[in-house]
């Protein structure tokens, strides 16, 4: 069976002298679709985030991206922080510039301001691209954010709950346009979070992590609502609940049980979990 386009394979990670934050954790992430990790804090989602960012070594196991296992950081992946991680002393247009002269070198600096101006429009910030960040909300920090991650055109775009800082009206326009890029640009997207509605809105798929020490995946969520949705019909599918109530119950009551042990050669799969609908076991290096 081919690999998926990101490919987790018997991930652990520990500290030294510390038990495994986590351990043999497998999934995967098709070309194209957005994956979102979720579970308790502690679990160890920000480090995933980060080894697939290659912010972090794995202490066991590997991520293969596009068939090539990630060994650092890299421009094929882009992350985008809690925190803006804006410089403050550049403008919008100046933040946005500088990513993409890391990524092409040799353009001219009309090139350059050209493509970070294309980003810049596709996050709604035209007429906002001379303003520094103190001079723009929070949401339009994090709109410039998003512009920067993808005017280096990666191949996958790493969200590390960048929407959790915002207050609600401006954290819902953000995720509108998350889904909006999606569909415009088809990029690939990996999200962690602690909310399940932002979960159930933006994600094709739910990696759901039991607690740590020695966190594992327990379960896969396909989201069974059809792509298009929007925060103003997502809760009016008959799966929406289905799938809300199902992660509610393994983040309340679920999330401690034991895991199941392991398949084959220390490799632990994870069922693919279709609430409501049906249960799928697949094997891991193919999740």
Partial sequence: MPRPFISVEALGKAWPGQ?????????????????????????GKTTVLNVLAGLEEPTSGGVLLDGREIA?????????????????????????????????PSWRAAQVREHAQRYLDLVHLTG?????????????????????ALAVEPKVLLLDEPFSALDALTRGSLQ?????????????????????????????????????????????????????????????????????????????????????PPAAAGALTPPLVRPGLEEVELPAAGV
């Fill in 19 to 43: 038990q495994p934050v986590f351990e043999e954790l497998w999934f995967g992430v098709e070309r194209g679709e957005i994956v979102c990790l979720l579970g308790h804090s502690g679990c």
């Fill in 72 to 104: 650092g950081p890299g421009l094929d992946r882009a992350v985008v922080f809690q925190g803006h991680a804006l410089l403050p002393w550049l403008t919008a247009m100046g933040n946005v510039a500088f990513a993409v002269r890391s990524r092409w």
């Fill in 128 to 148: 906002a691209e001379h303003k520094r960040p103190a001079e723009l909300s929070g949401g339009m920090r994090q709109r410039v954010g998003i512009a920067r």
């Fill in 176 to 260: 509108d346009e998350v889904l909006r890029i999606s569909a415009q640009t088809r990029q690939t997207i990996f999200l962690i979070t602690h909310d399940v509605d932002e979960a159930v809105l933006l994600s094709d798929r739910i990696v759901l992590m039991t607690p740590g020490p020695r966190a594992r995946v327990a379960e896969i969520v396909v989201n069974t609502l059809p792509r298009g949705r929007t925060r103003a019909d997502v809760h009016r599918h008959p799966h929406y609940y289905r799938i809300r109530n199902h992660l509610l119950d393994f983040l309340v009551n679920r999330a401690r049980e034991e895991p199941r």
